[in-house]
Nanobody, 120 residues
Framework: QVQLVESGGGLVQPGGSLRLSCAASGFSFSRYPMTWYRQAPGKGRESVATIREAGDRTSYADSVKGRFTISRDNHKNMVYLQMNSLKPEDTAVYYC?????????????WGQGTQVTVSS
C-alpha cells in the first residue's frame, strides 16, 4: 500500500536551515506529482511546495518563495524540502502528500508528519 514517511524535522533558530525528506513506497513514484504541506497550531493545512513527476517544474506558496526548495530523486523514491532562512512563522508539522489514482478514483495519502519548530 501507499506509504509516505517524513523525517528531518527539529528545533532550529531563526535564520537557520533544515532539510526534510519523504520516503515513498507502494506506488509508481515517478508518475506522480508530490507536495509538501504544513499545519501550524490552530491553523488549517496549507500547501507549501509541489514538484511535477520529472522534477522539472515546481511551485511554491508565496510565503516560502526564495527560501524553500523542493526536489525529488525518482531513483530513490524520495522527495525533499530544503528550508533556508527559517522564520518563527514556519513552525508547523510538515506533511508529504500524494494524490494516488486507483482506476478512476483519486485518493489522498499523507505521511505522519514531522515537526519543525523555529525559535530562539
Amino acid at each position: 500500500q501507499v506509504q509516505l514517511v517524513e523525517s528531518g524535522g527539529g528545533l532550529v533558530q531563526p535564520g537557520g536551515s533544515l532539510r526534510l525528506s519523504c520516503a515513498a513506497s507502494g506506488f509508481s513514484f515517478s508518475r506522480y506529482p508530490m507536495t509538501w504541506y504544513r499545519q501550524a497550531p490552530g491553523k488549517g493545512r496549507e500547501s507549501v511546495a509541489t514538484i511535477r513527476e520529472a522534477g522539472d517544474r515546481t511551485s511554491y506558496a508565496d510565503s516560502v518563495k526564495g527560501r524553500f526548495t523542493i526536489s525529488r530523486d525518482n531513483h530513490k523514491n524520495m522527495v525533499y524540502l530544503q528550508m533556508n532562512s527559517l522564520k518563527p512563522e514556519d513552525t508547523a508539522v510538515y506533511y508529504c502528500y500524494v494524490q494516488y489514482w486507483i482506476g478512476a478514483t483519486p485518493r489522498d495519502y499523507w505521511g505522519q508528519g514531522t515537526q519543525v519548530t523555529v525559535s530562539s
